[in-house]
Structures are given as structure tokens and as C-alpha cells.
């Protein structure tokens, strides 16, 4: 059978008959099959020929253990077949081969949701990356014949857009803001509203980036206000730079003022110390056109003359995970000699998902067809009823006697950050259990193909079709699943 040099395997003396200890009361682990019949076990004859022999060795011990286990601890009475753990082994080494990484439905009701990949490409992106994949003229410039720059590949269309000097594109806006503080000014002191301090999602929070960029924290104001004079005698006790947040998931209401970007650059100019712009979201239009206000333009913030601007990549860009910086070239100059720059770079394949999705916005009239991210946010309510009335048949259906289901009017959000105020109206099929829990139709949405993420409310499990642009893999996924139960 071709397994003559096992016998000398180590791994193979671990055989599963284990001694019985004297006096011991144990279950008869003499029943549990061998590595090596296992290994030569019909089932797993393709594996065995073609798979990493260590590797296969050690999932069978693995398996061979966790029945110990259950044995051990009485929660199975009998040791399996060699049949049942061949299955087993057959089924895990699949779980190896399948992707980690799956494609879902979102149906939570947050368009960009940081823990789903925030937009999803548009097909020109999903292109250009797959053009990119092989050999290209990533750092090369054709026309010379020698080496060239990553930046080149966005930086003009970024300029062109947004109306900056310069721009470079790294791996996120973390790093953006990173990378613009530790240049400016490393070991200074960074000028900051306390009103402006905000975390977004639990890694990212304004005040532990500034000091990992070497800079010092200068707190001004206090949380609802801030004034001009508050600047000012920060930079009389020795501020060197000036950072104005968006304050991306929460807005201070009330009895609240802060400084305008404007002002805080006629202040900067004044004593010769950069401003530098965290827009967080970075729209490229006038966000207002979709219902979404308080979402600041890349372009304003560049005419109102910050030094530096940073946003993302993924949010209302609607991109790659970028974080992009843009503004004046005597600054974009220092942070490109920066060596962190390296670190901290795009990879090709972004590089050009992020070229492909600058390259939609030269039409804005045509956004809401070719990235998706606008298509959802313009959806015009009429379209997610007929969304609503496709699905419904096939939620029913899959839903059976566990649920019943209602169509209700909700609020979609936008998400990673963006616009917390902004409420989108949608429409939401509402699965209200009979039998168990809404937790467990959740779960059971799950483990759909793909799986279908919706969000628990009061006690139902609600469906947001505002993000769902094609029904399709949702009909199919709740189709799938029907003919199973
Ligand atoms: C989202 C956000 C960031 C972090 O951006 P990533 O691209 O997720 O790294 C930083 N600042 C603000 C204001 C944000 O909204």
C-alpha cells in the first residue's frame, strides 16, 4: 500500500490503544482505531496520495485525541468506528482546503460594516486587481526604462480630484494619520479639541495614535466647546502642529462649538505650524445629495488650506483599505523620505482597486450605477420593495413553521464611522419566532450558503434589504436550504 516507512514514524507508535492503568476505572480506549488504519482507510486513499504526510498524520491524531477526550470525560460511551474517524479526518482536511474568507449577505442594516469589509468593490475594481496580479509596471517607469514610484499610479487622478498639491495612498487611515503626525512632528506637540478625542471601533483611538507617532498630546477645550483661544495659547506654550478630527461616529449636540478647519489654518499660517486634517469617511461629492449630512468634502478641506489631509480608502470612497493623505507638496515630500512610508505602503493589487474606483468619480452622474457603496445609499425606496416582495416567498418558505414574517419600514446607517446621525429609510423583513429562539433563526441564517448576517431587535431577527443589490445568492442560499429540511 505504499506505507512502508511508517512503522519507523514516531507519530505512528501514538497508535490510540492506550494501556489500562491499574486500579483505574477508564473506558476501553483499546476500541479506538489506529493511526495507520486509518491512514490506509479507503476514504482517505486520494488524501493519503497527495496530502503533507506529517500534516495528515497529526489531524488524525488530533481527531484520535479529541475522542479520547469525550471517552475520558464519559460524554461518549463507545470509541468510534474506523470508518467515523476517517469521515472526520476527510471532513477536516476539506476544512483546510476551503477559503477562510467567504463571501456574506449583509443584511444588518450597516451598509459599511467594519467587520464585513466595509464597500464592496466595484466590478472595475475587482478588474483592475485581477489584472494586476501578475507581472506590472508597479515601481517602473516604461517610458525611461528604470525605476519608478507606487504613488504614481493614484497620485495624479487623486490630485486632479481633489484639488491637492500631492498625494500618496498607505495601507489605511491609521497609518495616514500616523504617518502624517510622526513626520510633522515627531517628538512636538500635537494640538488637539478635547471635543475631538473620539475612538473609532475599539483599535483606533485618536489619542494612543498620536503618542505611538511620537508625538505628544496637547488636550485643548473641553468636550461640547472649544474656541479659537484655545489654540492660541496652545501654540504660546509651545503646540507644533494642529490636528482637527471628524468627529465620525458621534456628534456633540447642544450647547457646543468648535473651530472651523478655516480658522484653525489662518491660526496655523500665522505662527508657522502645519495643520493637518482627519476627515475619517473622505467624501469625494456632496454627501447631502444622499440624504447624508455633516460628511465633509475632501475638496473643502483642501480649499480651506489644510497642510495635510488623511481619509480611508474603504469607507464613503467606497474603495480598497487605503488611507489616503493629500495635500502640499513641501509636506507630501518629507512624509514620501519618511522610512515608516515603507511600512505602511499599498500593495499593488489595492493600488489598483484604488485607481479603478478614483476613476468612476471623473463621472460623478453615473456613481450610483458603477459603486456599489452609492448604489445602496441612493436606493430609492420603491426599488427595496421590490426586493422585499422577491425575497419574502423564499424567507417564508426557508422560515417554515419556526417563524412567521412581517415587512417593516426601518432605518439603514451607514457605517465605519460615517455620518452616525444619518438615518436611511428602508424596509426590513422581520423573522418573529414560534418555536425556539431569534438568536437561533440568526444562527440558522448563518450557516446559509453564503452565510446571511442580519441583526437582532426586540426579539426578531430584522433583514435589511437597503445593501442587498443582488437577491440572487440570498434566493439561492434560502432555496438551498429549504430542500435540506
Ligand atoms: C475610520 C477613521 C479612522 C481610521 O481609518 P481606517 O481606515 O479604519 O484605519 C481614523 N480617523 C477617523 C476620523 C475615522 O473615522
Redesign the pocket.
Same mark, same amino acid.
Given at each position: 500500500m505504499g506505507y512502508g516507512r511508517l512503522p519507523e514514524d514516531t507519530a505512528l507508535r501514538e497508535t490510540g490503544r492506550i494501556t489500562r492503568t491499574k486500579g483505574v476505572s477508564m473506558p476501553d480506549f483499546a476500541e479506538l482505531p489506529a493511526v495507520y488504519e486509518i491512514l490506509a482507510h479507503p476514504r482517505l486513499a486520494a488524501l493519503a496520495a497527495e496530502a503533507d504526510h506529517a500534516l495528515l498524520v497529526a489531524e488524525i491524531q488530533a481527531c484520535l485525541e479529541r475522542h479520547r477526550a469525550l471517552l475520558r470525560a464519559g460524554r461518549r460511551k463507545s470509541a468510534p468506528s474506523a470508518d467515523d474517524v476517517a469521515a472526520e479526518v476527510a471532513a477536516a482536511e476539506a476544512a483546510w482546503q476551503a477559503p477562510s474568507l467567504r463571501p456574506v449577505i449583509n443584511l444588518s442594516g450597516t451598509l459599511l460594516h467594519t467587520n464585513l469589509g466595509r464597500a464592496p468593490l466595484s466590478a472595475e475594481a475587482v478588474e483592475a486587481m485581477t489584472r494586476a496580479a501578475g507581472t506590472v509596471n508597479l515601481e517602473y517607469d516604461l517610458e525611461a526604462g528604470k525605476r519608478g514610484d507606487r504613488d504614481d499610479h493614484a497620485e495624479g487622478l487623486l490630485r486632479r480630484l481633489t484639488g491637492a498639491e500631492a498625494a500618496t495612498a498607505l495601507n489605511?487611515?491609521?497609518?495616514a494619520?500616523y504617518l502624517a503626525l510622526n513626520t510633522l512632528a515627531n517628538r512636538k506637540r500635537v494640538v488637539v479639541s478635547r471635543g475631538e478625542l #473620539?475612538e473609532?471601533?475599539a483599535s483606533?483611538r485618536m489619542p494612543d495614535i498620536i503618542r505611538s507617532s511620537g508625538c505628544r498630546l496637547m488636550e485643548v477645550g473641553t468636550t461640547n466647546r472649544t474656541h479659537l483661544t484655545d489654540y492660541e495659547r496652545a501654540l504660546d506654550d509651545g503646540g507644533g502642529l494642529l490636528l482637527k #478630527?471628524?468627529t465620525?461616529?458621534y456628534r456633540v449636540v447642544g450647547f457646543a462649538s468648535d473651530v472651523s478647519l478655516a480658522e484653525l489654518v489662518k491660526l496655523g499660517r500665522a505662527r508657522d505650524v502645519p495643520v493637518v486634517a &482627519?476627515?475619517?469617511?473622505g467624501a469625494l461629492v456632496d454627501m447631502r445629495r444622499y440624504g447624508v449630512a455633516d460628511e465633509p468634502t475632501v475638496q473643502d478641506a483642501v480649499r480651506a488650506g489644510a497642510d495635510l489631509v488623511t481619509f480611508?480608502g &474603504?469607507?464613503l470612497l467606497g474603495g480598497p483599505?487605503a488611507?489616503i493623505v493629500v495635500g502640499r507638496a513641501r509636506y507630501m515630500k518629507r512624509i514620501k523620505r519618511n522610512p515608516m512610508k515603507r511600512a505602511l505602503r499599498c500593495d499593488k493589487l489595492r493600488l489598483a482597486a484604488l485607481e479603478a474606483t478614483l476613476q468612476a468619480y471623473l463621472s460623478p452622474q453615473t456613481l450610483e450605477t458603477t459603486l456599489p457603496t452609492y448604489r445602496m445609499l441612493a436606493r430609492p425606496l420603491a426599488e427595496i420593495e421590490n426586493v422585499a416582495r422577491t425575497v419574502r416567498p423564499y424567507l417564508e418558505r426557508w422560515a417554515g413553521e419556526r417563524a412567521r414574517v412581517e415587512l417593516l419600514a426601518g432605518e439603514s446607517q451607514v457605517g465605519?464611522?460615517a455620518a452616525p446621525g444619518t438615518m436611511l429609510p428602508t424596509l426590513v423583513l422581520a423573522l418573529i419566532s414560534r418555536q425556539g429562539t431569534a438568536a437561533q433563526l440568526a444562527a440558522a441564517l448563518r450557516a446559509l450558503a453564503p452565510p446571511v448576517i442580519g441583526r437582532l431587535h426586540e426579539g426578531k431577527v430584522l433583514l435589511d434589504l437597503r445593501a442587498l443589490l443582488d437577491p440572487a445568492p440570498l434566493l439561492a442560499a434560502l432555496g438551498g436550504a429549504e430542500s435540506d429540511s
Open positions: 489605511n487611515n491609521a497609518a494619520v #473620539v473609532i471601533g483606533f #478630527v471628524h465620525s461616529n &482627519d476627515l475619517g469617511s480611508s &474603504d469607507k483599505q488611507g465605519s464611522g
